[in-house]
């Protein structure tokens, strides 16, 4: 539908998808290349380069970052967190407080720019 | 914020835009209309052309796709299809359309939002403590 760039995972080159399903559960931290669908329950920041959708019962307390969309389904939770998405859905029914920031997607700068070598002090 | 209790002013007039519907009043605006101050309404409100301060009303607030507020808005039902700079509490349900575009923080009881509306701010879920019990 939209030009989305494709994602891939490093390892081979296919677009990567990442299922929470109902039972499972995470606690922590969780980065992905690639979308991830959670009808589960996190405890933690989730991030993605592709889309979150969180539906079902889904549930997440914590931050949630999607470079390109979030969709939190009708019967589906999100709270608590930071929301940094450049689109973003959130049907009706569904629970969702938070702060939420979008525009532009906005990566986070993955290479850290190289720090200048000072030159050496001139002495006297 | 510092908004003046001004009466509303402008083009928009109670007289001349007030229509009714399903036995509610309903304060309706145009594209060309504007509306600067502080507006208390016992009805619905159709928000077009350009609002600046403050619009609480008992009924629903509707802002039209070619409208830009900037304003406080407190309404049962709150759709935005334009854009809206401010904080925006919706009794009942907030639903922001695709070309919506809201800067503020919101207080909903039911939150909507379409793909492609943009949204920068605080979002509370919760019920609201003491407001005529309208339900």
Redesign the interface.
Same mark, same amino acid.
């Given at each position: 539908m939209s030009p989305t760039r494709p994602v891939s995972n490093g390892a081979n080159g296919q677009a990567n998808s990442v299922v929470l399903g109902p039972k499972d559960r995470l606690v922590g931290q969780l980065f992905i290349e690639g979308d991830l669908h959670v009808s589960g329950t996190v405890d933690g920041s989730l991030e993605a380069t592709g889309d979150i959708e969180i539906t079902g019962s889904g549930k997440v307390n914590g931050a949630v970052t999607a470079y390109n969309?979030l969709v939190v389904g009708s019967d589906a939770s999100l709270i608590g967190g930071d929301v940094r998405v450049a689109?973003? =859905? +959130?049907?009706?029914?569904? =629970?969702?407080? &938070?702060? +939420?920031?979008? &525009?532009k997607p906005e990566p986070k700068a993955v290479d850290e720019p190289e720090q200048v070598v000072q030159p050496k002090a001139k002495r006297r | 914020m510092d908004v003046q209790e001004a009466v509303a002013e402008g083009t928009a007039s109670v007289d001349n835009g007030e229509v009714k519907r399903d036995g509610r009043k309903q304060f309706s605006m145009g594209p060309g209309d504007i509306l600067e101050g502080k507006l208390i309404y016992d009805g619905s409100i159709h928000a077009d052309g350009k609002v600046e301060g403050e619009v609480r009303v008992s009924g629903n607030i509707d802002v039209a796709s070619g409208a830009s507020v900037r304003a406080l808005l407190e309404g049962a039902n709150v759709t935005l299809k334009g854009q809206v700079e401010g904080a925006v509490t919706a009794r009942d349900k907030l639903t922001l359309g695709k070309n919506a575009k809201l800067s503020g923080d919101i207080v909903v009881r039911r939150l909507q939002i379409d793909d492609g509306a943009t949204l920068n701010g605080h979002v509370r879920m919760g019920d609201f403590e003491s407001h005529t019990s309208g339900q």
């Open positions: 969309r689109r973003l =859905t +959130v049907e009706d029914g569904a =629970t969702f407080s &938070g702060k +939420v920031s979008m &525009g | -």
